[in-house]
């Protein structure tokens, strides 16, 4: 099993950037696909970007377009994403999880979450 610790997030204004990151433990990471996912208060996890195995495809919530990427790097046992241009609404705890890839459909897999890190954007 991959555990997996989110860091990076923090309180930047409306139109500043953050870079997350989440490291990996355990040999089996380079064969699961990767998503970033995030919970606002009150409302249900979304899924924000997703990346498959070896970093050939992406795929992203329309609400981040354009602005957040998600990257990846194997031998590093590490997911980033780089998020751009962010808005209030990107207020969240932020969460990586491996997925099963299917572009902005991807579902988690199994049912712990880490800890997240916390994205606060203020206008």
């Known amino acids: 099993q991959v555990q997996l610790v989110e860091s990076g997030g923090g309180l930047v204004q409306a139109g500043g950037s953050l870079r997350l990151s989440c490291a990996a433990s355990?040999?089996?990471?380079?064969?699961?696909?990767m998503g970033w996912f995030r919970q606002a208060p009150g409302k249900e996890r979304e899924f924000v970007a997703g990346?498959?195995?070896?970093?050939?495809?992406?795929s992203y919530a329309d609400s981040v377009k354009g602005r957040f990427t998600i990257s990846r790097d194997n031998a590093k046992n590490t997911v980033a994403l780089q998020m751009n241009s962010l808005k209030p609404e990107d207020t969240a705890v932020y969460y990586c999880?491996?997925?099963?890839?299917?572009?902005?459909?991807?579902?988690?897999?199994?049912?712990?979450w880490g800890q997240g890190t916390q994205v606060t954007v203020s206008s």
């Open positions: 355990g040999r089996t990471f380079s064969i699961y696909a």
């Open positions: 999880k491996p997925i099963v890839y299917s572009g902005s459909y991807s579902t988690p897999i199994g049912d712990y």
């Open positions: 990346i498959t195995q070896s970093g050939a495809r992406t």
